[in-house]
């Protein structure tokens, strides 16, 4: 049994749950805004981005409710994800702001230090964000408005031997590289409103997930790849929705009137995500893996 | 002049140590919420239909095309990632991002077809909270001629009369800003600053705060709760204005904010906690929803204007400012995971608790910003300033809600029908408290815009 189960088995013991949402542990609870957590690839920590008065920085946290900052920049700074060996954070940083923001994204050492540039433009403003890794740890993926539009990419974990994936007026958005490493997984609008699909590493073979009457964004993988998790509000909320791999048979996986949003997935298989069902916004985590 | 908090005032009259206890003590123990509701209703036969405006100010200027104007059919470098949605009303659409304001469509109307003459934040909020660009300053510094207009909520402080314990015009929100500079057009102007707004605003760890008294330690609303501590608050302040040598030069503004602060019923009137858990969550968690709970609290009271401000600059959080609609990057991210939502829950809860307890029918809400944003998305997902045409909505005060009023291009970039100005969207909603072109030039003022004749 991991630390993770132990904890959530302690927590149920001694928690009263929302009685609408028996199946979800709060990990947090000072109600800030928070964006994209990830779990580290043992399961011990994770990480987030808290909105905090004029502040956006990130934060790891244990499971015994430790926390620190990853770094001790002072711009904005967010969508953080670990290295497949946990050894390293791959995350976004507005590092040019005030001026209508140039984002790029760093890479960190898990203890916050060796602060690397990875994917950089340094001819004009642009945007690269919401880095994800290869499963091997030899690729990552982000997005980029570099060419003029915002777009997938692909490059080594240095930044070097950059690939755009696609290329489309639509918007591309926040890629997750399957498991398997077959796939990357993103948000794109060339359909109209925001829907899944998948690309394969060399941006061939676009493939349609979703299909809904709904905003369909933030796709993430479970562990063994055989469901994708995702924000949606084809029911008129923001909900994580959970679907096999090949975006078939979705279904309502939080079913809450508050907000939920930024889903993730522990190591173990625990649909992990924000929400603000207790008022102010906090992460929980499902309290049965497979959920 | 004498400056005390941030509020700076001028014109003054002399008020002795004495005098001003006198004051706070009328507030203490003369007028309550009975009085001021009778001089209410004495008011009201020369008033309008409505009697208030409460001005959701949506600083940093909200996209048209992903709130109230969307354009599914044009070109996907223009339209962006979101549907429209069917409302209340047939035939009229908001976005998927607005699903609370889109079941209450019925309540409002949607003006899709405002434009203003500048897309510099600073002139288009000088137009936009005064009808002119008079004495407007430019992110570059630049000071536009004429004499500053006074924005609409002082205009309502000068006709319906200045009231000791009980201002006019209420700010909810810091001083407006753009690119860290502040920007003119939010006080009295050419009627002077007896007419500024009173500024509050909100804090989601320290509640409702009060500019005016930061200058005196540790002086809050609930600080003020009982006469032991409200003593030992009047004799700080006393002694720290007579060793001022500008104690004579306080003026009535300042005796008016000191008696609202140290009237029990005014001063209870700040205490959000006195309002139920779950409608303090319904407005929802956070500054904006819980300044348009405290305008609520305002209006019921009596004020009759309200501005709050979505923020005090026009930048993102990400951007160094404090969460501004001026989102010429991540446009779509931040759009869609807090200033939608945020916008959605807290104006429809704003109109549902207004008309749950009948005031709906006598407040006017204004909802809308200085100008919108650029049609085509720009290279970084964003969109940029766009002041040929924008959307807001109006809704209560008598108006007539579930209808559109004008209509943009199949781009939306510029108005095909009924073009229409702030100028003409103010003048409709002070026409309706009661303030038209007698009032107005009683007042020394020359009326702007014309009313919007549909909504009326």
């Known amino acids: 049994m991991s630390r993770l189960a132990i904890l959530l088995t302690c927590l149920l013991l001694t928690r009263s749950l929302c009685a609408d949402s028996p199946s979800f542990v709060r990990l947090t609870d000072d109600g800030h805004f928070k964006q994209r957590p990830a779990w580290s690839p043992d399961g011990e920590t994770f990480v987030f981005a808290r909105h905090q008065g004029a502040t956006i920085f990130l934060y790891l946290r244990d499971l015994d409710g430790v926390e620190r900052r990853l770094t001790e920049g002072k711009y904005s700074e967010y969508d953080a994800v670990f290295s497949p060996d946990g050894q390293r954070l791959l995350f976004s940083f507005n590092k040019a702001s005030p001026n209508q923001g140039d984002i790029e994204v760093y890479s960190i050492a898990s203890d916050g230090s060796d602060l690397q540039p990875v994917a950089v433009t340094r001819e004009k403003l642009s945007h690269e964000e919401w880095p994800c890794w290869s499963p091997d740890g030899k690729r990552i993926a982000y997005t980029s408005t570099r060419d003029g539009n915002q777009e997938l990419y692909t490059s080594l974990p240095d930044g070097s031997d950059e690939k755009r994936l696609t290329s489309d007026p639509a918007i591309d958005a926040h890629p997750a590289w399957s498991p398997d490493g077959t796939r990357i997984a993103f948000a794109t609008n060339r359909w109209g409103d925001l829907e899944i699909a998948t690309v394969d590493p060399a941006g061939k073979n676009l493939t349609r997930l979703t299909e809904s009457a709904g905003l369909d964004d933030y796709p993430a993988w479970s562990p063994d790849g055989k469901r994708l998790a995702f924000t949606s509000n084809r029911d008129g909320n923001f909900e994580i929705y959970v679907a096999a791999g090949d975006g078939s048979q979705p279904r309502n996986a939080t079913g809450h009137p508050a907000i939920d949003n930024f889903p993730t997935w522990s190591p173990e298989g625990r649909l992990t995500l924000v929400s603000n069902r207790d008022g102010g916004f906090d992460i929980f985590v499902a309290a049965a893996s497979g959920e | ?84 949605v069917s409302t209340s009303v047939p035939g009229i659409q908001v976005c998927e991002l607005l699903p609370q304001l889109a079941q209450r469509a019925d309540k409002y109307a949607i003006l899709r077809s405002l434009h203003s003459s500048s897309n510099d934040h600073g002139i288009a909020g000088t137009i936009g909270l005064t009808g002119a660009d008079f004495g407007a300053t430019s992110l570059s510094g630049q000071v536009l001629p004429g004499e500053l207009l006074p924005t609409h909520g002082s205009i309502a402080s000068k006709v319906f009369g200045f009231e000791p314990t009980l201002p006019r015009f209420v700010t909810v929100g810091g001083f407006l800003h753009q690119g860290h500079k502040r920007i003119t057009g939010e006080t009295g102007g050419s009627l002077g600053s007896l007419h500024d707004p009173f500024r509050l605003d909100y804090d989601a760890e320290q509640g409702v705060k009060i500019p005016q008294f930061e200058l005196i330690d540790g002086v809050t609303p609930s600080g003020l709760d009982d006469r032991a501590s409200l003593r030992s608050a009047l004799n700080q302040l006393s002694r720290s204005i007579d060793r001022s040598q500008a104690f004579g030069q306080l003026d009535q503004f300042y005796q008016q904010a000191y008696s609202l602060l140290t009237s029990r019923n005014a001063h209870e009137v700040f205490d959000l906690t006195q309002e139920p858990e779950a409608l303090r969550t319904r407005y929802g968690r956070y500054r904006f929803g819980q300044c348009c709970l405290l305008a609520r609290r305002l209006v019921e009271t009596g004020v009759r204007f309200v501005q709050v401000n979505w923020s005090s600059h026009v930048e993102p959080v990400e951007d160094t400012g404090d969460g501004g609609w001026d989102m010429h990057d991540r446009h779509f991210q931040q759009f869609q995971d807090r200033h939608a939502w945020m916008l959605d829950q807290a104006a429809s809860a704003l109109l549902d608790d207004l008309a ?22 720009n290279a970084k997902a964003g969109r940029d300033h766009w002041e040929q045409c924008y959307s807001g909505i109006v809704a209560g005060g008598g108006l007539r809600g579930g209808q559109v009023i004008g209509e943009s291009d199949h781009r939306a970039e510029y108005p095909v029908s009924r073009p229409l100005t702030p100028a003409d969207l103010f003048a409709t909603a002070l026409h309706q408290i009661g303030i038209a072109t007698t009032q107005l030039t009683a007042a020394g003022l020359t009326p702007r815009g014309q009313v919007i004749e549909e909504l009326v």
């Open chain 2, 1 to 84: 002049m004498l400056s005390l908090g941030k509020q700076t005032v001028s014109n003054c009259a002399k008020v002795t140590r004495r005098g001003l206890l006198q004051v706070g003590g009328l507030g203490v123990l003369g007028l309550g919420l009975g009085d001021l509701l009778r001089l209410e209703a004495q008011e009201r036969g020369t008033s309008g239909q409505a009697k208030s405006i409460i001005l959701l100010w949506l600083w940093g200027g909200p996209s048209h095309l992903d709130t109230f104007d969307l354009k599914p059919k044009a070109p996907t470098e223009y339209r962006g990632p979101y549907r429209p």
């Open chain 2, 356 to 377: 749950q307890r009948g005031l709906l029918d006598e407040t006017i809400v204004v909802a809308v910003g200085e100008f919108g944003r650029t049609p085509k998305i």
